[in-house]
């Protein structure tokens, strides 16, 4: 193994350690110690990448975001805009709905957002980028003729707020049929 591949399977572990231990512990009662230890590293070897706990959260949030920024790049280069908004709602609702322990962390992560301002600049940004992706992709769809929106950027921003809300009814009835809701969505946003 490389340096840059040992360095990246350390960083890897570590993050991984802290979900498990933010779940487990909660954010204040999960330790540096505990995070390296589950990670199999030092205590040194934790703050030779991350300066403290709470840059910790943020880079394991990031992590954990990589494949929803995937989906959205996968349906912005959809040759039919519709389409591609679409398998972006099918992907990102079956996405949460397969992940509880996950979402589960986002949730944990939000309530230590309201304490944690460099969080919160955190979320800030996921959601303007998540934002302006769907505003982007309605906006896409009027100009080539897929959609006759007055207000884009309304339809974005609600959809966005829809989209978590629904992530959250999903959590909360874990049986809900997602493929229905993917429907649901479809009827009401895509029409």
Do not use: C
Request: charged share 25%.
């Amino acid at each position: 193994m490389t340096k840059k591949q040992l360095k990246e399977h350390r960083v890897e572990s570590l993050l991984m350690a802290a979900v498990e231990e933010f779940l487990e512990k909660g954010y204040d009662g999960a330790s540096v110690d505990a995070i390296a230890k589950r990670a199999g590293v030092s205590k040194g070897g934790f703050y030779h990448h991350f300066p403290n706990k709470e840059v910790l959260l943020m880079e394991a949030n990031q992590k954990l975001s990589e494949p929803i920024m995937e989906m959205a790049e996968k349906a912005y280069s959809n040759s039919s805009v519709m389409d591609g908004l679409r398998q972006y709602i099918q992907e990102y609702l079956n996405y949460w709905a397969s992940r509880p322990r996950e979402l589960s962390f986002f949730f944990l992560s939000m309530s230590k957002a309201l304490q944690a301002p460099a969080l919160m600049e955190y979320y800030r940004e996921y959601v303007n980028q998540s934002t302006a992706f769907l505003v982007g992709m309605f906006q896409k769809a009027v100009e080539s003729g897929e959609a006759d929106l007055k207000d884009p950027e309304a339809y974005g921003i609600s959809l966005m707020g829809a989209l978590d809300g629904v992530v959250s009814y999903v959590m909360i009835h874990p049986e809900e049929d997602v493929e229905l809701l993917v429907e649901r969505f479809e009827q009401v946003w895509l029409k």
